[in-house]
T-cell receptor, first 116, second 115 residues
Framework: ETGVTQSPTHLIKTRGQQVTLRCSSQSGHNTVSWYQQALGQGPQFIFQYYREEENGRGNFPPRFSGLQFPNYSSELNVNALELDDSALYLC???????????????FGEGSRLTVL | KQEVTQIPAALSVPEGENLVLNCSFTDSAIYNLQWFRQDPGKGLTSLLLIQSSQREQTSGRLNASLDKSSGRSTLYIAASQPGDSATYLCAVSKYSGGGADGLTFGKGTHLIIQP
């Protein structure tokens, strides 16, 4: 069974640029969510995708957007990067129903984004 | 708004000791509570999941309890080992009535086990 995989592991961007992060969910999981973890903080919920639709969103501006594909993999896109976007971005997958179904979340290793 | 607090923020103990990490949350309307481990610069590893209807879960040397009415959970680690050194995060999923709120995390307890 393959776990959650994320790419790239590290990347550096400059202010104003755009970035795309990718995630492959664990086998059999159709719900994917994204979290942002700043240094020394707990992760914060960005949004969740189920059956290719966004079905929940945290307190993040519209320049944070995402996609989920038919194979349940997902992308996180961030436009107009700001210095405060520097963080570890974590992807998590869960079985059908996700959190509302009482499901457990399984996280990838994350993508470390540095914005200069 | 759900808030999760973890105490202590940091803990350093000698190898072999039993220890307790604490987690509290402000809104008891949760689906479940999950404990995670995070090594420096790495992702999160799920340790234990407790459904809202359960009181505790055990896995090896780990035992987690949940008192939903008082908004508290504890993670008990028996016979600690240097390999247990990591940051331990508590997270709750809250019922919102519509959509998914995601997990709400505490800031974690940074644990160091001295050899």
């Amino acid at each position: 069974e393959t776990g959650v995989t994320q790419s790239p592991t590290h990347l550096i961007k400059t202010r104003g640029q755009q970035v795309t992060l990718r995630c492959s969910s664990q086998s059999g999981h159709n719900t994917v969510s994204w979290y942002q973890q700043a240094l020394g903080q707990g992760p914060q919920f960005i949004f969740q995708y189920y059956r290719e639709e966004e079905n929940g969103r945290g307190n993040f501006p519209p320049r944070f957007s995402g996609l989920q594909f038919p194979n349940y993999s997902s992308e996180l896109n961030v436009n107009a990067l700001e210095l405060d976007d520097s963080a570890l971005y974590l992807c998590a997958s869960s079985p059908q129903g996700g959190l509302r179904g009482g499901g457990e979340l399984f996280f990838g290793e994350g993508s470390r984004l540095t914005v200069l | 708004k759900q808030e999760v607090t973890q105490i202590p923020a940091a803990l350093s103990v000698p190898e072999g000791e039993n220890l307790v990490l604490n987690c509290s949350f402000t809104d008891s309307a949760i689906y479940n509570l999950q404990w995670f481990r995070q090594d420096p610069g790495k992702g999160l590893t799920s340790l234990l999941l407790i459904q809202s209807s359960q009181r505790e879960q055990t896995s090896g040397r780990l035992n987690a309890s949940l008192d939903k009415s008082s908004g508290r959970s504890t993670l008990y680690i028996a016979a600690s080992q240097p390999g247990d050194s990591a940051t331990y995060l508590c997270a709750v999923s809250k019922y919102s009535g519509g959509g998914a709120d995601g997990l709400t995390f505490g800031k974690g307890t940074h644990l160091i086990i001295q050899p």
